[in-house]
């Protein structure tokens, strides 16, 4: 698992490369929990994330809470369509902003 975190104007990008699983979503919380702090604007790109388990669903809730307590946004981006499907079934992607790109999440930070 690949974390990159690099800043976009006042936005926090977090890029992920790879599955998000047991072994990978304890370093991705240990990474993106802290950067939602008040008022923070958060995208979490997951372009280049193939599979996702439960326990990565349990990291972006865990984030999403953090943020929402915080008065934080937060974006993902780039879903695979497997990823989009089990979190649609699953309830969490209502949780969430999402977009197609990085581009497009990056304008939906100045929308919001």
């Known amino acids: 698992m690949d974390i990159n975190i690099k800043k976009v104007e006042e936005i926090n990008v977090v ?10 979503a304890p370093p ?6 802290p ?3 008040p008022g923070a604007k958060i995208l979490i790109d997951m372009t280049k994330v193939p599979f996702m388990s439960s326990a990565g669903l349990r990291v972006l809730l865990s984030v999403h809470r ?6 934080a946004q937060l974006v993902l981006v780039g879903l695979s369509e497997e990823i989009e499907d089990t979190m649609s079934v699953t309830g969490f992607l209502e949780f969430f902003t999402t977009c ?4 497009s999440g990056l304008k939906a930070f100045k929308i919001a």
Request: charged share 30%; no cysteine.
């Open 15 to 24: 890029e992920l490369a790879g599955d998000i699983d047991a072994s990978t």
């Open 28 to 33: 991705v919380q240990e990474k993106v929990l």
């Open 35 to 37: 950067l939602a702090v």
């Open 66 to 71: 953090q943020a929402s307590s915080k008065d």
């Open 100 to 103: 197609d790109t990085q581009e």
